[in-house]
């Protein structure tokens, strides 16, 4: 019995010094998403098993709006399919001022489009692998995104989209339009 009272307060205790952080409220979606938030931070692991959308929910704690909430995020492509373009949306936050860094491992990055409410990654090689958004691993050089979290009160919540846009239909017809010219272009010489 006074063990079962130890254990409980030492579990209390524990939970009573704990940092908040901004709190995984829910995600949608068929890829996996990994929590490794911290008060002050919001990190995540996102599995791209397909390039459906997923949209992620937080809640801010207290600890959250101290300053701006850095961002980071590790995306692994296991689709094996090319990745050429990645969004991050907003809904309920803006980023901040200065933009944060993305390392892909084996693509190349070509530009970021970013705004107060989405930033655009274009590869100018696809990534087959993964990239990190902000300052994942801690490397010299790399920045983490910030969020902005003036206005915003603990219990407010906030959603973010990783979405992977759809090749535009001329992008689909144009090399099958090619490809019908040089069977075309074959056949006349062949004749």
């Known amino acids: 019995m006074k063990l079962t009272k130890l254990f409980a307060f030492a579990g209390a205790l ?22 490794w938030s911290s008060a002050g931070a919001v990190a995540f692991d996102l599995d791209l098993a397909n390039f459906s959308a997923t949209r992620i929910t937080f809640t801010l704690e207290e600890d959250d ?10 995306v692994r492509n296991y689709a094996g399919a090319a990745l050429s373009r990645f969004t991050f949306s907003l809904q309920g936050i803006r980023f901040a001022a200065p933009a944060g860094t993305v390392t892909p491992s084996f693509g190349s ?10 930033v655009g990654i274009s590869f100018a090689s696809p990534e087959y692998a993964e ?9 010299a050089g790399a920045a983490d995104w910030l969020l902005d979290t003036s206005g915003l009160r603990a219990g407010d919540t906030f959603t973010i989209s990783a979405t992977v846009p759809e090749p535009s239909s001329a992008a689909l017809v144009l090399p099958m339009l090619c490809m019908a010219g040089l069977m075309a272009a074959r056949r006349r010489k062949k004749d």
């Open 65 to 74: 709006l101290l300053g701006p909430l850095s961002f980071d995020a590790l």
């Open 109 to 118: 990055v070509g530009s970021i489009d970013s705004g107060a409410g989405a």
């Open 14 to 35: 524990t939970l009573s010094c704990a940092a908040n952080a901004a709190l995984l409220s829910g995600s949608t979606g068929s890829n996996a998403v990994t929590n």
């Open 131 to 139: 990239f990190q958004f902000g300052d994942v691993f801690g490397d």
